[in-house]
């Protein structure tokens, strides 16, 4: 939170205001870390997936757009999270497109997997 004045405080968004609608998502998937997102999707319910990517769908080629071609040392702190929210948004594409119905057997086998880095992992 920001700081405001005599005990009002402010909410600071976490993304550009192009994808303020997608707010309510960054929170809970805007994680910085492959190991992060994918511990989030095996955690996440039908529900919240279905959410995640009813939400994100309709916009993700205007922000994978926006955000191409641009180095990621010149993204500002809310176009990480955007990016951060897409990558998370790319994991649950995999259960809600592809696997549907078969994703909690999935889930299983990615509990035994440790992640320990990825390419998508920005360094420290």
Avoid: C
Avoid at 21 to 42: H, I, N, S, V, Y
Avoid at 64 to 85: I, K, W, Y
């Amino acid at each position: 939170m920001l700081y405001v004045g005599k005990g009002d405080f402010a909410i600071m968004p976490f993304l550009p205001p192009a994808y303020a609608a997608l707010e309510t998502f960054a929170a809970d998937w805007a994680l910085p870390t492959t190991a992060e997102r994918a511990a989030r999707r095996g955690a996440s319910t039908e529900a919240q997936r279905q959410a995640l990517y009813a939400a994100v769908m309709p916009v993700a080629a205007q922000a994978l757009s926006e955000l191409d071609g641009r180095p990621l040392a010149n993204l500002d702190a809310s176009e990480n999270r955007l990016l951060d929210l897409l990558l998370s948004f790319a994991h649950v594409s995999l259960a809600v497109e592809l696997q549907r119905d078969d994703e909690p057997q999935h889930a299983v086998f990615r509990q035994r997997m440790t992640i320990t880095a990825s390419p998508a992992d920005k360094a420290a």
